[in-house]
Nanobody, 118 residues
Framework: QVQLMESGGGLVQAGGSLRLSCAASGSIFTMGWYRQAPGKQRELVASITRDGNTNYAASVKGRFTISRDNAKNTMYLQMTSLKPEDTAVYYC???????????????WGQGTQVTVSS
């Protein structure tokens, strides 16, 4: 199966920005970002198809932008206006979809920690 690896996490102040990357070992039609905060269920952040259709969670819409570089098999998440509530481990995933909506998650990357301080 396709292997995924996230990078770009770190510590940032509230209101700041961070850019995450997810490198895939092969071509994928639909990819997405999920996040998991301590004690919480993993939740969708955003997803994107190869041709650029996107889907965002309401909590991040207008603040985060998902994109991809198909030539590099890499997906990005540009996060702006970060809030402490965005603190979580961010995971990259892929799977079958209807448009940009993921129906299943085939596998996950190892995750990258994002911490937003007050």
């Amino acid at each position: 199966q396709v292997q995924l690896m996230e990078s770009g996490g770190g510590l940032v102040q509230a209101g700041g920005s961070l850019r995450l990357s997810c490198a895939a070992s092969g071509s994928i039609f639909t990819m997405g970002w999920y996040r998991q905060a301590p004690g919480k269920q993993r939740e969708l952040v955003a997803s994107i198809t190869r041709d650029g259709n996107t889907n965002y969670a309401a909590s991040v819409k207008g603040r985060f932008t998902i994109s991809r570089d198909n030539a590099k098999n890499t997906m990005y998440l540009q996060m702006t206006s970060l809030k402490p509530e965005d603190t979580a481990v961010y995971y990259c995933t892929y799977g079958p979809s209807m448009g940009a909506i993921l129906l299943k998650q085939v596998s996950w990357g190892q995750g990258t920690q994002v911490t937003v301080s007050s």
